[in-house]
Protein backbone atom coordinates (compact mmCIF):
# COMPACT_ATOMS: atom_id res chain seq x y z
CA UNK A 1 0.00 0.00 0.00
CA UNK A 2 1.29 3.55 -0.10
CA UNK A 3 3.62 4.95 2.22
CA UNK A 4 4.73 8.11 3.23
CA UNK A 5 8.47 8.38 4.54
CA UNK A 6 8.52 11.37 7.19
CA UNK A 7 12.16 12.56 8.64
CA UNK A 8 13.98 13.10 11.06
CA UNK A 9 12.36 10.23 12.97
CA UNK A 10 13.69 12.90 16.13
CA UNK A 11 14.93 15.82 16.69
CA UNK A 12 16.81 17.49 19.92
CA UNK A 13 16.79 21.41 19.25
CA UNK A 14 17.36 24.44 21.90
CA UNK A 15 15.15 26.74 22.26
CA UNK A 16 15.06 29.40 19.98
CA UNK A 17 15.78 27.36 16.79
CA UNK A 18 14.22 26.94 13.38
CA UNK A 19 12.85 23.31 12.99
CA UNK A 20 12.69 21.48 9.45
CA UNK A 21 10.90 18.25 8.71
CA UNK A 22 9.43 16.80 5.63
CA UNK A 23 7.12 13.79 4.04
CA UNK A 24 7.79 12.21 0.89
CA UNK A 25 5.69 9.56 -1.46
CA UNK A 26 6.06 7.05 -4.17
CA UNK A 27 2.92 8.22 -5.18
CA UNK A 28 0.92 11.77 -5.61
CA UNK A 29 -1.73 13.17 -3.13
CA UNK A 30 -4.51 15.86 -3.91
CA UNK A 31 -4.26 16.50 -0.09
CA UNK A 32 -1.50 16.90 2.52
CA UNK A 33 -1.76 17.33 6.39
CA UNK A 34 0.13 18.28 9.21
CA UNK A 35 -0.82 17.51 12.43
CA UNK A 36 0.63 17.88 16.12
CA UNK A 37 0.01 15.12 18.74
CA UNK A 38 0.67 15.69 22.41
CA UNK A 39 1.47 12.77 24.76
CA UNK A 40 -1.82 11.04 25.60
CA UNK A 41 -4.20 13.32 23.09
CA UNK A 42 -5.00 12.95 19.59
CA UNK A 43 -3.58 14.51 16.60
CA UNK A 44 -4.68 18.49 16.29
CA UNK A 45 -4.66 19.66 12.70
CA UNK A 46 -2.18 22.41 11.97
CA UNK A 47 -2.05 23.48 8.22
CA UNK A 48 -3.80 21.81 5.12
CA UNK A 49 -2.59 21.98 1.61
CA UNK A 50 -4.84 21.01 -1.57
CA UNK A 51 -2.54 22.79 -4.34
CA UNK A 52 0.49 21.51 -5.70
CA UNK A 53 3.46 24.79 -4.75
CA UNK A 54 0.61 26.07 -2.03
CA UNK A 55 2.84 27.45 0.68
CA UNK A 56 0.90 27.87 3.78
CA UNK A 57 1.46 29.33 7.05
CA UNK A 58 -0.13 29.34 10.62
CA UNK A 59 1.81 31.54 13.09
CA UNK A 60 5.54 30.53 13.48
CA UNK A 61 4.10 27.11 11.37
CA UNK A 62 4.79 27.45 7.55
CA UNK A 63 3.94 24.42 4.98
CA UNK A 64 4.63 23.41 1.42
CA UNK A 65 2.44 21.33 -0.94
CA UNK A 66 5.60 20.12 -2.99
CA UNK A 67 5.17 20.48 -6.73
CA UNK A 68 5.54 16.92 -7.54
CA UNK A 69 2.43 16.18 -5.59
CA UNK A 70 4.66 13.61 -3.81
CA UNK A 71 6.02 15.25 -1.15
CA UNK A 72 5.63 17.93 1.97
CA UNK A 73 7.46 20.42 4.32
CA UNK A 74 6.76 21.99 7.87
CA UNK A 75 9.26 24.45 8.93
CA UNK A 76 8.80 25.79 12.66
CA UNK A 77 10.44 29.13 13.32
CA UNK A 78 11.72 30.62 16.67
CA UNK A 79 11.05 27.25 18.64
CA UNK A 80 9.24 27.50 21.76
CA UNK A 81 8.73 25.07 24.52
CA UNK A 82 5.35 24.11 23.63
CA UNK A 83 6.41 23.33 20.27
CA UNK A 84 7.11 19.56 21.98
CA UNK A 85 5.33 16.90 20.80
CA UNK A 86 5.10 14.50 18.03
CA UNK A 87 4.18 15.57 14.44
CA UNK A 88 2.94 13.92 12.01
CA UNK A 89 1.97 14.29 7.89
CA UNK A 90 -0.71 12.36 6.09
CA UNK A 91 -1.42 12.66 2.83
CA UNK A 92 -5.34 12.24 0.78
CA UNK A 93 -6.39 11.21 -2.52
CA UNK A 94 -9.90 13.23 -3.49
CA UNK A 95 -12.78 11.23 -2.72
CA UNK A 96 -10.76 8.76 -0.27
CA UNK A 97 -11.60 8.43 3.22
CA UNK A 98 -8.29 6.91 3.76
CA UNK A 99 -5.28 9.77 5.03
CA UNK A 100 -2.03 7.91 4.59
CA UNK A 101 0.40 9.20 7.73
CA UNK A 102 4.01 9.34 7.70
CA UNK A 103 5.80 7.65 11.17
CA UNK A 104 5.94 11.06 12.82
CA UNK A 105 8.91 13.02 13.66
CA UNK A 106 9.38 13.52 17.70
CA UNK A 107 10.48 17.25 18.79
CA UNK A 108 12.30 17.94 21.98
CA UNK A 109 13.50 21.19 22.56
CA UNK A 110 15.93 21.97 25.40
CA UNK A 111 15.34 25.10 26.96
CA UNK B 1 -19.06 21.95 22.03
CA UNK B 2 -17.46 18.97 23.11
CA UNK B 3 -16.04 17.54 19.26
CA UNK B 4 -15.11 13.94 19.34
CA UNK B 5 -15.50 12.17 22.37
CA UNK B 6 -14.26 8.53 22.91
CA UNK B 7 -14.75 6.21 26.52
CA UNK B 8 -13.05 4.61 27.74
CA UNK B 9 -9.87 5.71 27.82
CA UNK B 10 -7.94 3.07 29.01
CA UNK B 11 -8.67 -0.74 28.41
CA UNK B 12 -7.26 -4.00 29.72
CA UNK B 13 -8.38 -7.35 28.50
CA UNK B 14 -8.24 -11.24 28.34
CA UNK B 15 -7.42 -12.79 24.96
CA UNK B 16 -10.62 -13.66 23.42
CA UNK B 17 -12.70 -11.31 25.33
CA UNK B 18 -14.58 -8.60 23.27
CA UNK B 19 -15.57 -5.19 24.00
CA UNK B 20 -16.88 -2.50 22.15
CA UNK B 21 -14.92 0.99 21.86
CA UNK B 22 -17.45 4.18 21.89
CA UNK B 23 -17.01 7.25 19.63
CA UNK B 24 -19.44 10.17 19.34
CA UNK B 25 -19.19 13.59 17.68
CA UNK B 26 -21.52 16.73 18.47
CA UNK B 27 -20.44 18.69 14.76
CA UNK B 28 -22.92 16.57 12.41
CA UNK B 29 -20.20 15.42 10.27
CA UNK B 30 -20.84 12.44 7.64
CA UNK B 31 -17.12 11.33 7.83
CA UNK B 32 -16.06 8.80 10.43
CA UNK B 33 -13.19 6.64 11.09
CA UNK B 34 -11.48 4.77 13.51
CA UNK B 35 -7.43 4.47 13.40
CA UNK B 36 -4.97 2.62 15.31
CA UNK B 37 -1.68 3.89 16.30
CA UNK B 38 1.42 1.60 17.10
CA UNK B 39 4.78 3.04 17.84
CA UNK B 40 6.73 3.73 14.65
CA UNK B 41 4.07 3.06 12.38
CA UNK B 42 1.77 6.16 12.39
CA UNK B 43 -1.90 5.91 12.32
CA UNK B 44 -3.64 2.80 10.14
CA UNK B 45 -7.45 3.23 9.18
CA UNK B 46 -9.20 0.16 10.44
CA UNK B 47 -12.94 1.38 9.70
CA UNK B 48 -14.58 4.44 7.78
CA UNK B 49 -18.53 5.74 7.11
CA UNK B 50 -19.62 8.25 5.05
CA UNK B 51 -22.41 8.73 6.64
CA UNK B 52 -25.67 6.66 8.75
CA UNK B 53 -26.11 3.20 7.72
CA UNK B 54 -22.44 3.23 5.57
CA UNK B 55 -19.21 1.25 6.71
CA UNK B 56 -16.49 0.36 4.73
CA UNK B 57 -12.91 -1.58 5.57
CA UNK B 58 -9.83 0.54 5.48
CA UNK B 59 -6.33 -0.76 5.86
CA UNK B 60 -6.22 -3.56 9.10
CA UNK B 61 -10.33 -4.07 9.35
CA UNK B 62 -9.60 -7.93 10.28
CA UNK B 63 -10.58 -8.52 14.32
CA UNK B 64 -12.84 -5.51 14.14
CA UNK B 65 -16.41 -4.75 12.89
CA UNK B 66 -18.40 -1.31 12.93
CA UNK B 67 -21.90 -0.04 12.41
CA UNK B 68 -23.14 3.44 12.22
CA UNK B 69 -26.67 4.02 12.91
CA UNK B 70 -26.69 7.66 13.74
CA UNK B 71 -24.85 10.29 12.59
CA UNK B 72 -23.29 11.07 16.37
CA UNK B 73 -22.11 7.84 16.73
CA UNK B 74 -19.56 5.30 15.47
CA UNK B 75 -18.73 2.09 17.68
CA UNK B 76 -15.70 0.15 17.21
CA UNK B 77 -16.11 -3.39 18.15
CA UNK B 78 -13.44 -6.02 18.75
CA UNK B 79 -15.03 -9.77 18.51
CA UNK B 80 -12.12 -11.47 20.28
CA UNK B 81 -9.36 -9.64 21.46
CA UNK B 82 -5.61 -11.01 20.80
CA UNK B 83 -2.47 -9.79 22.31
CA UNK B 84 -2.01 -7.87 18.59
CA UNK B 85 -4.65 -5.36 19.30
CA UNK B 86 -2.93 -3.97 22.10
CA UNK B 87 -2.60 -0.51 20.51
CA UNK B 88 -4.23 3.43 20.86
CA UNK B 89 -7.30 3.77 19.21
CA UNK B 90 -8.19 7.04 17.93
CA UNK B 91 -11.71 8.10 16.32
CA UNK B 92 -12.15 10.36 13.65
CA UNK B 93 -14.70 13.01 11.99
CA UNK B 94 -15.10 15.54 9.36
CA UNK B 95 -17.94 17.29 7.46
CA UNK B 96 -16.60 16.88 4.49
CA UNK B 97 -13.77 14.55 2.04
CA UNK B 98 -10.72 16.14 1.70
CA UNK B 99 -10.83 18.17 4.61
CA UNK B 100 -9.34 18.18 7.57
CA UNK B 101 -10.04 14.97 10.75
CA UNK B 102 -10.49 15.97 13.96
CA UNK B 103 -9.30 13.24 16.23
CA UNK B 104 -10.63 11.98 19.80
CA UNK B 105 -8.30 12.08 22.64
CA UNK B 106 -8.16 8.31 22.19
CA UNK B 107 -8.56 4.62 24.12
CA UNK B 108 -5.27 2.69 24.94
CA UNK B 109 -6.52 -0.86 25.05
CA UNK B 110 -4.02 -3.55 26.05
CA UNK B 111 -4.78 -7.11 25.52
CA UNK B 112 -3.23 -9.79 27.81
Known amino acids: GQQLNQSPQSMFIQEGEDVSMNCTSSSIFNTWLWYKQDPGEGPVLLIA?????ELTSNGRLTAQFGITRKDSFLNISASIPSDVGIYFC???????????FGQGTRLTINP | NAGVTQTPKFQVLKTGQSMTLQCAQD?????MSWYRQDPGMGLRLIHY???????DQGEVPNGYNVSRSTTEDFPLRLLSAAPSQTSVYFC???????????FGSGTRLTVV
Open chain 1, 49 to 53: LYKAG
Open chain 2, 27 to 31: MNHEY
Open chain 2, 92 to 102: ASTISTGGGYT
Open chain 1, 90 to 100: AGQLWGAQKLV
Open chain 2, 49 to 55: SVGAGIT
